[in-house]
């Protein structure tokens, strides 16, 4: 789901980097000396998961699990998913540094829904089990959505590029549903503290 350099319009690239500037200095001011720990054990797991990928034109197709960092840390996902992206960018050439802004935008505002419908609350183990799916499911559908509005706003040659990244998306979708509901059930076991909403 990275934009790679050279693509984009530079007033989206700067619309991007002015917005997600904006949060992650707002999610930096929240973030206590006790959420490092935390905020740097699921920067890790973006910055692994993100590197099991798919090539796919202009944007690939990958493992992102930015719900269940977003559902963990809330806006603080923010700080761990720019780090993690400016380590990839820095370190492999992955996405890049002129695409950073936007890429944290298509990345870590997914993240604040997942932290969104993690919050739902429930009855039923089956209501959990549903709501902790869509805590992947939905952030990777929004992500997606964003991509291709991004790709359609930057010009009217890429609106095929557009309908193709969403496409593309779809089995990532279920994925990292079953993923997440799978990590969440793990995480209520070994470190329920973690869950605390």
């Not at 989206?12 to 206590?32: E, H, M, R």
């Not at 998306?169 to 509901?181: A, D, R, S």
Request: net charge positive.
């Amino acid at each position: 789901m990275h934009i790679s350099e050279g693509i984009l319009e530079p007033k989206i690239l700067i619309a991007g980097a002015v917005v997600s500037t904006l949060v992650l200095i707002y999610a930096l001011k929240t973030l206590k000396s006790d959420d490092i720990p935390k905020v740097s054990a699921f920067s890790a797991l973006f910055f692994v998961a993100s590197f099991v990928y798919v090539p796919l034109g202009i944007t690939s197709v990958h493992l992102i699990m930015n719900g269940i960092v977003g559902a963990v840390l809330g806006v603080r996902a923010y700080v761990a998913i720019f780090v993690a992206l400016l380590l990839q960018g820095v370190l492999f050439g992955y996405g890049g540094i002129t695409t950073l802004g936007i890429n944290l935008f298509t990345l870590a505002t997914p993240a604040l829904v997942g932290y969104a419908i993690f919050r739902i609350p429930y009855k039923k183990i089956w209501q959990k089990q549903i709501i902790w799916f869509c805590v992947g499911f939905v952030p990777i559908t929004f992500g997606a959505l964003i991509l291709s509005f991004v790709l359609f706003l930057n010009k009217d040659e890429f609106l095929a590029a557009a309908k193709i990244a969403f496409l593309a998306h779809i089995p990532v979708m279920i994925v990292e549903g079953i993923i997440t509901l799978l990590a969440l059930n793990f995480i209520e076991k070994v470190q329920p503290s973690f869950l605390k909403k």
